[in-house]
């Protein structure tokens, strides 16, 4: 009976190392590998789905036309649960186990923060297609973004809500335990007092884990705003707007790119019709470029409608793939150079430069939730 | 004034969905003095069964690879019997249950299947609401009948630690197995408006005295749905505990273990009623809790879970009515603490945790806890 076990034992070993081997052995054989870390399930997981999807669509039209330089290109994709840990772990793998040449991802700012030291750390390029938080790239050599960050996407939205919508006082309501959440209210906070116009209170909820939004809504409903500033993501927004309608609190609900998903609409329902959020893209732009890949990527995916983390992983791919090619080669470091100087590549997304601290350059656009459907409602273009 | 209202009726409505679930961990405790850990996703397997219901998902047929897997078990149940050195006749006699209960389920999910896909009963009414209760009463009964049958019984008669390290197990094995996207998987969904309208406010109070008070407070249908049928349901369990046979046999057994037994009394049969009593309440409080907060996913039971749990405990376990007490004032303690402290969303918890420890220290058995007095 023992000698079973340990023949069985000796046998899936011997397996599983040859799988290891047979992993490996393909990486710097005779394709370019770029990882990406997603989150393909959990809480945030329409961003690590419409990331993948997006970079898939690149990848298939960069391998038809020939690959880069002169190899077709892999993308590995790991998923990171939308846990930070996870993603850790994930950029680390893709890195010391698949020695991939450059990191694509993540979506969320939290997570891109637990990677990007990492990638610093291995000398390997790492680009975040959604990441708004300054924190990201603040410091680092490595690591870029191909999205605006969120002092434009606050002070945009901000200026939206007093100018076009005519606003005046706000009430501000945040995820505490989100870098994202929390950076991007202290910028909207300072953007509307600087306009003149008045936060009249900050409440905090508890991001992942609270589903209960009364109290807090309660709290604000006191100080009867003219808008309510959620600075969370998709997850909580329809549970707060819920929440709000039944408390009886009727005015509309501001929020950030955080809030692009299906979801939003799907939990939301009825009581998130007439909220604006500020996006990286609409899908009703009237450009070339955009109705060019919406077309693509429909014809890829079912029919489906590509939300902005779409296309700017979209870019990114692009992005990525152009700097290894302008490099000459998959060197970290020659990428990451080649990566900085990124000048006017013709994205999807818009016209692209990579500034002098590793951001991209983009306008803001800013849509309605009207009849379950995100409307085009605004454009703010970056001074 | 206004805001304290207001904050009250949100603590009371969150506070009885805690109440439902408290009250399974309590009677569990009162009957075996044991804590089933795994309460708080019996709970979980309510809401998303119910979603299931409710968004018309429900298969006719389990997969081919399900049907092997539960005969296989049975058989090898009934072999490790024989094993053990019972004769066939007992071997069949502790499998029987099961086997009923799949040929109960075969036939069962056909017809739960086919009337969830009837167009009578519409996507959005009462009917559909009371279909997909009813539904999660059956899987959640079901399952903690076999959670207890098959986990807990065995080590009945062995030291409580395994039966709790055994609690951890099965919670997880829920939590982590319906994680799985054969099952359900991670990714949160949204869960149908089953109840139409039901988040709208029902009555706007203008409580009004003299000039001292005069301020709107809002309750919507799902709280008075939620207070409602809370309500509803302990003034049964509390006839089902005082006036039935089986109350008199569940009461005689959380009061002396052995010596009801010497009385004849059926121990078995009264812990099986006892979880699948527990079970349906956590199946009602899943749906509930699923109907408010629309968004389900199994690792939602987690939280509400432990907090219940601290209610049960500040309540006095195994004591009913301190399991509701303990729930409400938890409610209470969450709304008003997010409500009045600055930040309060990140020290919820933890005030509601010294609150616990206060009056443990106070009052070690609990708000309502009998005193047992330790006989050597």
Redesign the interface.
């Known amino acids: 009976m023992r000698w079973i076990f340990t023949g069985l034992l000796a046998a899936s070993i011997a397996f599983f190392s040859g799988c290891n081997k047979s992993d490996s052995g393909s990486a710097n054989s005779n394709q370019i590998l770029i990882g990406h870390v997603a989150s393909l399930?959990?809480?945030t997981?329409t961003f690590g789905v419409s990331a993948d999807e997006g970079i898939r669509l690149a990848l298939d039209e960069i391998n038809a036309a020939g690959g880069v330089l002169g190899k077709p290109v892999k993308v590995l994709t790991e998923d990171d649960?939308?846990l930070s840990d996870e993603a850790k772990t994930a950029a680390n793998k893709l890195i010391t186990k698949d020695h991939v040449c450059a990191i694509l991802g993540e979506i969320a700012s939290s997570r891109s923060i637990a990677i990007a030291p990492v990638c610093e750390d291995a000398k390997i390029p790492m680009l975040s297609p959604g990441s708004t938080n300054p924190k990201v790239t603040k410091g680092y050599q490595y690591v870029f973004r191909n999205c605006f960050i969120d002092p434009f996407q606050g002070s945009a939205m901000a200026n939206f809500a007093m100018k076009n919508l005519g606003f005046k006082k706000f009430a501000i309501l945040y995820p505490?335990?989100s870098d994202y959440g929390v950076g991007l209210r202290d910028v909207f906070r300072d953007a509307v007092t600087k306009a003149g116009g008045q936060i009249l209170v900050e409440?905090?909820?508890?991001e992942k884990?609270?589903?209960?939004f009364?109290?807090?809504l309660?709290?604000i409903?006191?100080t009867n705003p003219d808008a309510i500033f959620d600075s969370g993501y998709y997850?909580e927004a329809?549970?707060i707007a819920?929440?709000a309608?039944?408390?009886?609190i009727t005015c509309p609900i501001l929020g950030g790119d955080g809030w692009d998903s299906d979801?939003t609409v799907?939990?939301g329902?009825q009581?998130i019709e007439g909220c604006y959020f500020s996006n990286h893209y609409s899908p009703d732009e009237d450009s070339p470029q955009v109705k060019k890949f919406v077309a693509d990527y429909q014809k890829k995916f079912n029919g489906k409608i590509p939300d902005a983390m779409a296309i700017l992983a979209y870019d990114s791919m692009r992005i990525m793939t152009d700097a290894i090619k302008r490099a000459g080669s998959t060197d970290g470091t020659k990428i990451r150079d080649a990566l900085a100087a990124t000048k006017d590549f013709p994205g999807a997304s818009g016209v692209t430069t990579i500034d002098s601290e590793h951001n991209a350059k983009k306008s803001v656009v800013i849509l309605k939730i009207e009849h379950g459907k995100f409307n085009y409602a605004g454009t703010v273009k970056p001074e | 004034m206004?805001?304290l209202l207001?904050?009250i009726i949100?603590?009371i409505?969150?506070g009885s969905i805690y109440a439902l679930i408290a009250v399974g961990y309590t009677m569990v405790y009162g009957v075996l003095q044991l804590i089933n850990f795994a309460h708080g996703d019996v709970f979980m397997v309510g809401a998303i069964v119910s979603f299931y219901a409710a968004s018309r998902r429900i298969a006719p047929t389990m997969p081919w690879w399900l049907h092997v897997a539960i005969i296989a078990a049975l058989a090898l149940g009934f072999v490790v019997q024989l094993l053990i050195g019972r004769d066939w006749r007992t071997a069949l006699r502790r499998v029987l249950p099961f086997i009923i209960l799949y040929l109960v389920i075969v036939p069962g999910l056909l017809i739960v299947s086919a009337i969830s896909h009837s167009s009578r009963l519409g996507s959005s009414s009462w009917a559909m609401a009371g279909f997909a209760l009813l539904v999660a009463l059956l899987a959640c009964g079901t399952l903690g009948f076999t959670i207890e049958r098959l986990a807990y019984r065995p080590l009945r008669n062995k030291p409580r630690i395994n039966s709790l390290i055994t609690a951890i197990g099965i919670s997880l094995l829920l939590e982590f197995g319906g994680?799985n996207?054969a099952v359900f998987?991670?990714?949160?969904q949204?869960y149908p408006?089953v109840i139409p309208r039901v988040?709208?406010?029902l009555v706007?109070f203008h409580v009004h005295v003299g000039r001292l008070l005069n301020v709107v407070v809002?309750l919507?249908k799902?709280d008075v749905l939620v207070i409602g049928t809370t309500l509803f349901l302990m003034i049964v369990l509390t006839w089902i505990v005082l006036k039935t046979r089986t109350g008199l046999a569940l009461r005689a057994v959380s009061y002396r273990f052995d010596t009801s037994a010497l009385m004849g009394i059926d121990i078995d049969r009264v812990v099986s009623v006892t979880f699948v009593l527990g079970s349906c309440l956590a199946a009602v409080a899943g749906v509930l809790y699923a109907v408010k907060?629309?968004?389900v996913e199994p690792l939602?039971g987690l939280?509400p879970g432990i907090k219940a749990f601290v209610a049960a405990v500040f309540g006095g376990i195994g004591n009913i009515a301190g399991a509701v007490v303990g729930a409400l004032i938890l409610g209470l303690v969450?709304?008003?603490v997010?409500?009045f402290l600055n930040?309060?969303?990140?020290y919820r918890d933890a005030v509601a945790f010294v609150i616990l420890i206060v009056i443990l220290l106070v009052k070690p058995s609990g708000l309502l806890g009998k005193h047992v007095v330790e006989k050597v």
């Open positions: 399930t959990g809480d997981a649960r939308s505490a335990n409440v905090a909820y508890t884990s609270d589903v209960d009364h109290s807090q309660t709290k409903k006191e997850t329809g549970l819920k929440q309608r039944e408390l009886g979801q799907k939990i329902g009581a | 206004q805001q207001q904050q949100n603590g409505s969150v994680q996207p998987g991670p990714t949160p949204a408006e988040t709208e406010p706007n809002v919507t799902v907060y629309p968004k939602m939280l969450e709304a008003l997010v409500g930040n309060g969303s990140q």
